[in-house]
């Protein structure tokens, strides 16, 4: 299928059942947080214009990033429900998430799930070979944030119809419309309509849900730096902090596990949009030229959109590139934890070498330093 023969949009009946996955969602994380929770919101009104001037698909200049902590497993959710009703209802103006494959898509009914509320698959490393900074649905979140519809896969298999299989298509669409995390799964390319074109990408840098009193984060991944060195043009980039939630799921809650605790005090503040030139250009510059350099011109003289050769995988300067961007980013959502009255954290706690300590046996539950891990 050539790109100008691509739908504008998914079909009728996917974007049907979207609205209603999100907007239950919404709902549902809106009614605990305003109904159950004591809940407060700091900088909302400054984000909220942001989505205000995204609305218009086709007006849009570039992508969202937004980035933040991660201190539970209801931590998408509840960010998101913050937000008023009147923006639940559309998903083309909603986040995209980063999902783990093998805790939400494990099966037909799961995938559907997550796919219809826009959660990409994507591979742990510990529980993954397929897993890490340079897999399929990176290059996904990538396009997203870029001026598609980029064209999908001809080659992507055949999705399996067993429910145990998490493949899915949206069967209203060309079937082609699909991309593969590791080579044998099907699952739909939101890259590949113009309606997603400059969207909205939220990440957990941390890729752990991280629990301590004295409310630390630890060392961001690099993923975060690939959405920003390599999606065009550079997307507007906000931090957020969140509090609470780490309260309403603690790792140490006994029976019933499954439910979130009400009552708790709740805070989400949404930090300042960055100025990403004078933030990320020098980066940026750096990282096209060798970017240039290396993989030459793609398709219509612009480069592949999140295909990258070995050397720009592993060379010295792309690693070296890509820990300078996410140390910023970092600092960036530091800066709004600061502004929330926390003092400034061990240098040491931003640092991968601080946390080998943990070994790679025990990676989830209560830590050395009375912190509470959890692979999500």
């Known amino acids: 299928m050539r790109p100008e023969e691509q739908p504008a949009s998914p079909s009728l009946p996917w974007r049907t059942s979207s609205v209603f996955t999100m907007a239950v969602v919404g709902l549902l994380s809106r009614g605990f947080l305003y109904g159950l929770s004591r809940t407060e919101t700091h900088g909302l009104d400054r984000f909220l214009k942001l989505l205000d001037e995204r609305k218009d698909v086709e007006g849009r200049q570039r992508g969202l990033v937004t980035v933040s902590n991660h201190v539970s497993v209801l931590d998408d959710p509840m960010i998101w429900g913050t937000l008023p009703i009147r923006y639940l209802f559309n998903p083309d103006n909603l986040r995209w998430g980063l999902g783990s494959y093998d805790l939400c898509f494990t099966n037909k009914a799961l995938s559907t799930f997550f796919n219809l509320g826009q959660v990409l698959p994507t591979h742990r490393s510990l529980h993954s070979k397929f897993g890490g900074l ?3 649905t990176v290059a996904q979140a990538i396009r997203l944030l870029s001026a598609g519809p980029f064209h999908p896969n001809d080659s992507a298999t ?3 119809k067993s429910f145990r299989s998490p493949d899915i ?13 590791n080579g044998t799964d ?4 939101p890259s590949a309509y113009l309606s997603r074109k400059h969207s909205w990408v939220h990440i957990f840098p941390e890729g752990k849900v991280h629990q301590q009193e004295n409310h630390t984060m630890r060392y961001f991944k690099w993923g975060v730096s690939r959405l920003i060195l390599e999606s065009e043009p550079c997307p507007d980039v906000v931090p957020i902090w969140i509090e609470g939630p780490q309260e309403v799921m603690h790792e140490s809650r006994e029976f019933p596990r499954f439910l979130p605790r009400p009552l708790r005090d709740v805070s989400i503040t949404f930090g300042d949009k960055l100025d990403v030139e004078k933030v990320f250009g020098d980066l940026r510059a750096r990282w096209k030229r060798l970017h240039q350099r290396d993989i030459g ?10 295909v990258l050769s070995s050397a720009l995988k ?9 820990k300078e961007c996410t140390v910023l980013v970092r600092n960036a959502v530091l800066n709004v934890r600061r502004q929330r009255g926390w003092p400034d954290e061990d240098p040491k706690g931003g640092l991968a070498e601080t946390y080998r300590e943990e070994g790679v046996g025990k990676i989830e539950g209560q830590m050395k330093d009375g912190s509470w891990i959890k692979d999500t």
């Open 134 to 136: 340079f897999q399929p």
């Open 158 to 160: 055949k999705a399996n």
């Open 297 to 306: 011109p793609g398709p219509e003289g612009k480069p592949e959109m999140g």
């Open 314 to 322: 592993y060379a010295d300067e792309a690693v070296e590139l890509r």
């Open 186 to 189: 099907t699952f739909p390319s």
């Open 169 to 181: 298509s949206d069967p209203f669409s060309n079937g082609h419309l699909t991309f593969s995390t």
